[in-house]
Nanobody
Framework: QVQLVESGGDSVQTGGSLRLSCAAS????????MGWFRQVPGKEREGVAA????????YYTDSVKGRFTISRDNAKNTLYLQMNSLKPDDTAMYYC???????????????????WGQGTQVTVSS
């Protein structure tokens, strides 16, 4: 099916910026919803941002609103997460995910998605 590969993770200082990318392959498959999640050791995976393909409606978890922006480039089959004003609490493994179905789940819930990438590490130091 679809394969997802994340890139762009790095180690940065507080206040810095990063742009994560997620390249999708294995088409043709329908994609209705795309999102970014993050996870730290000992905690559950958290939905960070999501974007619908129809109308480009976006969702963000409260802690990243105003700092992160999710976007996509359909021509390149790529999903992005622009992260500005990074904080130590943003340190996590970041995962890209897509859904190949219309879903009634929250767009920030793991259960909404049908395919996942391997993750890319983001580390923010004080």
């Amino acid at each position: 099916q679809v394969q997802l590969v994340e890139s762009g993770g790095d180690s940065v200082q507080t206040g810095g910026s990063l742009r994560l990318s997620c390249a999708a392959s294995g088409y043709p498959v329908p994609v209705y919803l795309m999102g970014w999640f993050r996870q730290v050791p000992g905690k559950e995976r958290e939905g960070v941002a999501a974007i619908y393909t129809g109308g480009s409606l976006t969702y963000y978890t409260d802690s990243v609103k105003g700092r992160f922006t999710i976007s996509r480039d359909n021509a390149k089959n790529t999903l992005y997460l622009q992260m500005n004003s990074l904080k130590p609490d943003d340190t996590a493994m970041y995962y890209c995910a897509v859904s190949s179905r219309w879903t009634t789940y929250s767009p920030l819930a793991e259960s909404a998605y049908t395919a996942w990438g391997q993750g890319t590490q983001v580390t923010v130091s004080s």
